[in-house]
């Protein structure tokens, strides 16, 4: 005889930071939660660069993954030409990625949520309905088996391809945009800054990136538009020989590789009946930079605050929900808005606009503007305050985006603590 399903308030699927920060935050408001992952082993395999700021600290409650702090980067045009932007205190660190998913499981582990790896979900049996709880099919990983598991509500924290978005037909008109990364030793280089390399022969649509760990270690890579006909990696080997010309030497062979998919874009719907997406699930990153950590921790922290009403209300429709789409827009929507203006635009520029609009950026005041302003969580604001110094800059925009920037002063919201804006 086959044993009766187990019931659980919520079930969070994914345990990367989005799904570990909304299993805890439920858990430790007393309801009953399972976390499932469908890997063996929680933060791997990594797929990220690890790049975060100081809210993901305070969002984590620890530190303990942090291996580098960095105080700034520098912006390799197209020609090779460089801006420097580096500010007197840390502006960002570099963490170990499946450190950060470790601890963020382990805690919402300790507040009482059930965490189970390899346990891969499936999809739904039987209708979704506002009267009765959901019938969620899972298999277990390695040995296959097919498991039945009852829940009031599902999390759909299950990241870029996320299977609960599909089951539950939530649509998602977004861009993945292909991401090619490898780790390196490499002990050369300006250990307290990243860089960043613009082109669109390098990295078309987004940017190529290299991150010292402060252990000998950097993690090199690039993400780019989907282009027919070439792939990220094609683009690696250019930005590899970019990076040639810049450090006067070959690059080291890697020791790590990672191919994943960044998503941006903005998917109308994150919640139904009975479903919240979080994280990458509800393309919750920033457009600009294809960061997600902080994001979708903090929309997980939403959702478990709507969730955490509805089940005491026991009222898990659709309508209901929806408080969840309006409360992460009200954090994130501004800034998610003026990023995708930012955005399109960057995709209009060519690399001689590009060279223009780096050379404009080297004005001392400009790069001051940068550093007073420049958080990489909210960074449409430091781009407004240096669109409205600039006449030549916003002669390179078309007119509404110029517009709209003079206009409106971006705003940091009430999201946690505030980056320190002292220029040099
Ligand atoms: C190359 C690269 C570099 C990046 N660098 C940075 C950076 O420096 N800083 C930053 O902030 N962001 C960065 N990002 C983005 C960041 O990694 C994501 O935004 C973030 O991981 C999203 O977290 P999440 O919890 O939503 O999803 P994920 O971290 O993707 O976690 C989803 C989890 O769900 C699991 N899962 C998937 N399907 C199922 C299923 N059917 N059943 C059960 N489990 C399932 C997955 O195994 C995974 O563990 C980078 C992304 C890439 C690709």
Same mark, same amino acid.
């Given at each position: 005889? $086959?044993?009766?399903?187990?019931?659980?308030? =919520?079930?969070?699927?994914? *345990?990367?930071?989005?799904?570990?920060?909304?299993?805890?935050?439920?858990?430790?408001?007393?309801? #009953? =939660?399972?976390? $499932?992952?469908?890997?063996?082993?929680?933060?791997?395999?990594?797929?990220?660069?690890?790049?975060?700021?100081?809210?993901?600290?305070?969002?984590?409650?620890?530190?303990?993954?942090?291996?580098?702090?960095?105080?700034?980067?520098?912006?390799?045009?197209?020609?090779?030409?460089?801006?420097?932007?580096?500010?007197?205190?840390?502006? *960002?660190?570099?963490?170990?990625?499946?450190?950060?998913?470790?601890?963020?499981?382990?805690?919402?582990? #300790?507040?009482?949520?059930?965490?189970?790896?390899?346990?891969?979900? !499936?999809? !739904?049996?039987?209708?979704?309905?506002?009267?009765?709880?959901?019938?969620?099919?899972?298999?277990?990983?390695? &040995? /296959? &088996?097919?498991?039945? =598991?009852?829940?009031?509500?599902?999390?759909?924290?299950?990241?870029? $391809?996320?299977?609960?978005?599909?089951?539950?037909?939530?649509?998602?008109?977004?861009?993945?945009?292909?991401?090619? &990364?490898?780790?390196?030793?490499?002990?050369?280089?300006?250990?307290?800054?990243?860089?960043?390399?613009?082109?669109?022969?390098?990295?078309?649509?987004?940017?190529?990136?290299?991150?010292?760990?402060?252990?000998?270690?950097?993690? =090199?890579?690039?993400?780019?538009?989907?282009?027919?006909?070439?792939?990220? #990696?094609?683009?690696?080997?250019?930005?590899?020989?970019?990076?040639?010309?810049?450090?006067?030497?070959?690059?080291?062979?890697?020791?790590?590789?990672?191919?994943?998919?960044?998503?941006?874009?903005?998917?109308?719907?994150?919640?139904?009946?009975?479903?919240?997406?979080?994280?990458? +699930?509800?393309?919750?990153?920033?457009?600009?930079? /294809?960061?997600?950590?902080?994001?979708?921790?903090?929309?997980?922290?939403?959702?478990?605050?709507?969730?955490?009403? +509805?089940? *005491?209300?026991?009222?898990?429709?659709?309508?209901?929900?929806?408080?969840?789409?309006?409360?992460?827009?009200?954090?994130?929507?501004?800034?998610?808005?003026?990023?995708?203006?930012?955005?399109?635009?960057?995709?209009?520029?060519?690399?001689?606009?590009?060279?223009?609009?780096?050379?404009?950026?080297?004005? $001392?005041?400009?790069? #001051?503007?940068?550093?007073?302003?420049?958080?990489?969580?909210?960074?449409?604001?430091?781009?407004?305050?240096?669109?409205?110094?600039?006449?030549?800059?916003?002669?390179?925009?078309?007119?509404?985006?110029?517009?709209?920037?003079?206009?409106?002063?971006?705003?940091?919201?009430?999201?946690?603590?505030?980056?320190?804006?002292?220029?040099?």
């Amino acid at each position: 005889m $086959t044993p009766p399903p187990e019931r659980y308030d =919520v079930v969070v699927v994914g *345990a990367g930071p989005a799904g570990s920060t909304a299993a805890h935050e439920l858990a430790r408001r007393g309801h #009953r =939660v399972l976390l $499932t992952e469908e890997h063996p082993r929680v933060g791997f395999p990594v797929q990220c660069a690890g790049l975060v700021s100081q809210r993901v600290l305070e969002l984590a409650g620890t530190r303990e993954m942090v291996l580098h702090e960095v105080r700034g980067a520098t912006v390799w045009s197209p020609a090779l030409r460089p801006l420097q932007v580096k500010a007197p205190d840390t502006r *960002a660190y570099v963490i170990s990625r499946s450190r950060l998913d470790f601890l963020l499981a382990e805690r919402a582990s #300790r507040a009482g949520a059930e965490v189970r790896t390899g346990w891969k979900f !499936l999809g !739904l049996e039987g209708p979704v309905s506002a009267t009765l709880p959901l019938a969620l099919r899972f298999q277990t990983l390695p &040995e /296959g &088996e097919v498991r039945r =598991v009852e829940a009031r509500c599902v999390v759909g924290a299950d990241g870029v $391809t996320s299977a609960v978005a599909r089951a539950f037909r939530l649509r998602r008109p977004i861009e993945i945009l292909p991401a090619y &990364e490898v780790e390196m030793p490499f002990p050369d280089g300006d250990p307290d800054e990243v860089e960043i390399y613009l082109g669109r022969h390098v990295a078309p649509g987004l940017f190529g990136w290299w991150i010292p760990d402060g252990g000998g270690m950097a993690r =090199v890579g690039l993400a780019v538009q989907a282009i027919r006909g070439r792939s990220a #990696r094609e683009y690696f080997d250019a930005l590899r020989g970019q990076m040639a010309r810049r450090w006067g030497h070959p690059l080291p062979d890697p020791v790590e590789i990672l191919v994943a998919g960044i998503p941006v874009g903005d998917v109308p719907r994150t919640s139904g009946t009975r479903v919240l997406l979080v994280g990458d +699930a509800a393309a919750q990153v920033k457009p600009v930079s /294809g960061g997600g950590i902080f994001t979708g921790m903090r929309c997980a922290q939403r959702a478990a605050e709507v969730l955490h009403e +509805a089940l *005491a209300q026991d009222d898990l429709g659709g309508d209901r929900l929806a408080a969840y789409d309006a409360a992460w827009r009200s954090d994130l929507g501004e800034e998610f808005r003026r990023a995708h203006y930012l955005r399109r635009v960057f995709l209009r520029l060519g690399d001689e606009e590009l060279e223009r609009v780096l050379q404009i950026l080297q004005g $001392t005041d400009m790069v #001051r503007s940068l550093v007073a302003f420049g958080d990489i969580d909210f960074p449409s604001i430091a781009a407004g305050e240096v669109l409205r110094q600039s006449r030549s800059l916003m002669s390179l925009l078309p007119q509404a985006v110029a517009a709209y920037f003079q206009r409106d002063r971006g705003r940091v919201p009430d999201v946690g603590p505030r980056i320190s804006r002292r220029a040099t």
